[in-house]
């Protein structure tokens, strides 16, 4: 995906593929790809050793995991020293990983984080990483067992990749509906708007009652128009070839409703194209100018920071019927993973499992109050539920809860831009819907052909 997908409740997060995938490393082989099998392996869990464990983790996620706390609390716990290594900024980490690994001079033994299951195919083609079903297995840290067992199911299943898991997560990130309070009060809107009609309805009224304001507007497209309005009014967003479904009756809907509001002004024509180096629409939003956004879901907590508490509030993924959740909302999940050639794998296993592990309050508490929607129920019962200014993550895990993830494919970026033109084309009507999806959906498989004929 491109840049401005980048979020967490400070800042924007990748959620992209990264930069094309350099040569795989075909002198280097995955002889520390897991431990070897043998008999009692899950049964006799290894105690945690005393070698030392490092991990590059960048700077924004080494503050909204609390990981300097951690690593202290770790090593009041147990022998094993850890080293936090922060990569340089705008550096390709895939890229600096994969070298070092081709050098054989590898440093870290992991990396926080990997974007699931956006980036999860590649890294794994690339032997960037390992799966650690065995590393888990192996575990001696407490409750290990009971941090997989906590993941809501949802997020487990995104986690998997040719039935095995790469990562351990920490948050997740999804696209819902942001407001501002003012315009909304001004309008009349007594009820955070969540079907389609209802946005409309909200969006004329804003029109009408504050003009100052863009009524309605996207964060980013595809996904987080286009792409989540199909979620919630399919219960099957993804082909059978893997991909959004871009043709079929959700979408085309959809852009008609977009169309409609683009043709009354309640909706900006243009959108940000993907992998531009701003992102207009949603500095207009920072901005305080715009009503209602479909953005990823820290949208209006960052406004809150801006403009106050009450300035701003978290909705839910917009959806066609109001009370059918249908395929929910696009997720994707910020986790740490092992790299392939670590000198401590197991190690660095058990400071993820235990990192984030029901025992680690203090990183619990943080991930909900910075990085939000923690992966882990435990992490709700104890830190969210019952509390009114957490309820947007309840609210919106459930959701999440009820979600079709998306396939770990390479095809993300090749989908979100060939869609985006002829989405733009079709709703400020130079283009039929469907022709226009239906072309969109050429260049897709073209693009995809080549990918595998590279």
């Known amino acids: 995906?491109?840049?401005?997908?980048?979020?967490?409740?400070?800042?924007?997060?990748?959620?992209?593929?990264?930069?094309?995938?350099?040569?795989?490393?075909?002198?280097?082989?995955?002889?520390?790809?897991?431990?070897?099998?043998?008999?009692?392996?899950?049964?006799?869990?290894?105690?945690?050793?005393?070698?030392?464990?490092?991990?590059?983790?960048?700077?924004?996620i080494k503050s909204a995991y609390a990981a300097e706390a951690a690593v202290e609390l770790w090593q009041s716990q147990f022998p094993a020293k850890v080293k936090l290594d922060v990569p340089p900024g705008g550096a390709d980490v895939s890229q600096k990983i994969q070298a070092a690994q081709a050098a054989g001079d590898l440093v870290w033994d992991g990396?926080?984080?990997?974007?699931?299951?956006?980036?999860?195919?590649?890294?794994?083609?690339?032997?960037?990483?390992?799966?650690?079903?065995?590393?888990?297995?192996?575990?001696?840290?407490?409750?290990?067992?009971?941090?997989?067992?906590?993941?809501?199911?949802?997020?487990?299943?995104?986690l998997k990749y040719d039935g095995k898991q790469y990562s351990v997560p920490g948050n997740v990130g999804s696209v819902s509906l942001?407001?501002?309070?003012?315009?909304?009060?001004?309008?009349?809107?007594?009820?955070?708007?969540?079907?389609?009609?209802?946005?409309?309805?909200?969006?004329?009224?804003?029109?009408?009652?504050s003009p100052e304001y863009t009524p309605f507007d996207s964060a980013s497209s595809p996904l987080c128009d286009l792409w989540s309005m199909i979620w919630g009014a399919s219960d099957a967003p993804i082909t059978a070839d893997g991909l959004v479904d871009i043709t079929g009756e959700a979408s085309l809907a959809a852009i008609e409703w977009m169309k409609q509001m683009v043709s009354e002004e309640l909706m900006p024509p243009t959108r940000t194209a993907p992998g531009a180096a701003t992102n207009q629409n949603f500095q207009d939003w920072q901005k305080g100018a715009t009503a209602m956004i479909t953005s990823f879901d820290v949208a209006a907590t960052i406004?809150?920071?801006?403009?106050?508490?009450?300035?701003?509030?978290?909705?839910?993924?917009?959806?066609?019927?109001?009370?059918?959740?249908?395929?929910?909302?696009?997720?994707?999940?910020?986790?740490?993973?092992?790299?392939?050639?670590?000198?401590?794998?197991?190690?660095?296993?058990?400071?993820?499992?235990?990192?984030?592990?029901?025992?680690?309050?203090?990183?619990?508490?943080?991930?909900?109050?910075?990085?939000?929607?923690?992966?882990?129920?435990?992490?709700?019962?104890?830190?969210?539920?019952?509390?009114?200014?957490?309820?947007?993550?309840?609210?919106?895990?459930?959701?999440?809860?009820?979600?079709?993830?998306f396939p770990a494919n390479t095809t993300n970026t090749i989908q979100s831009t060939a869609t985006q033109p002829w989405l733009e084309k079709a709703i400020s009507g130079d283009t039929d819907p469907a022709e226009a999806m239906q072309n969109a959906l050429k260049e897709i498989n073209d693009e995809i052909a080549k990918q595998k004929s590279a």
Request: contains cysteine; aromatic residues 8%.
């Open 178 to 209: 942001a407001f501002m309070t003012e315009p909304l009060q001004a309008a009349g809107v007594a009820e955070q708007p969540i079907s389609w009609q209802e946005v409309h309805d909200a969006a004329a009224a804003i029109a009408d009652s």
């Open 303 to 405: 406004n809150q920071q801006t403009f106050g508490i009450d300035a701003a509030s978290n909705g839910l993924n917009m959806r066609q019927d109001k009370a059918q959740v249908r395929a929910g909302t696009p997720f994707w999940v910020n986790s740490s993973v092992v790299l392939n050639q670590a000198k401590n794998p197991q190690g660095m296993t058990d400071f993820l499992l235990w990192w984030f592990g029901p025992n680690n309050e203090a990183t619990m508490k943080q991930t909900v109050e910075v990085a939000a929607k923690p992966c882990y129920q435990y992490t709700y019962d104890k830190f969210v539920t019952g509390n009114a200014a957490y309820q947007w993550q309840a609210d919106a895990i459930e959701v999440v809860r009820n979600s079709v993830p």
């Open 1 to 60: 995906m491109a840049s401005e997908h980048r979020l967490n409740r400070r800042k924007l997060i990748a959620a992209g593929s990264g930069a094309a995938a350099a040569a795989f490393l075909a002198t280097k082989g995955v002889a520390d790809a897991a431990p070897s099998a043998k008999s009692g392996f899950a049964n006799a869990p290894a105690q945690v050793s005393d070698q030392d464990i490092s991990l590059l983790i960048r700077d924004d």
């Open 111 to 158: 990396f926080s984080v990997m974007e699931v299951p956006w980036n999860t195919e590649q890294w794994v083609s690339r032997q960037l990483i390992v799966p650690l079903d065995d590393y888990i297995a192996a575990s001696g840290v407490p409750e290990a067992a009971d941090v997989i067992a906590g993941i809501i199911p949802s997020i487990a299943e995104s």
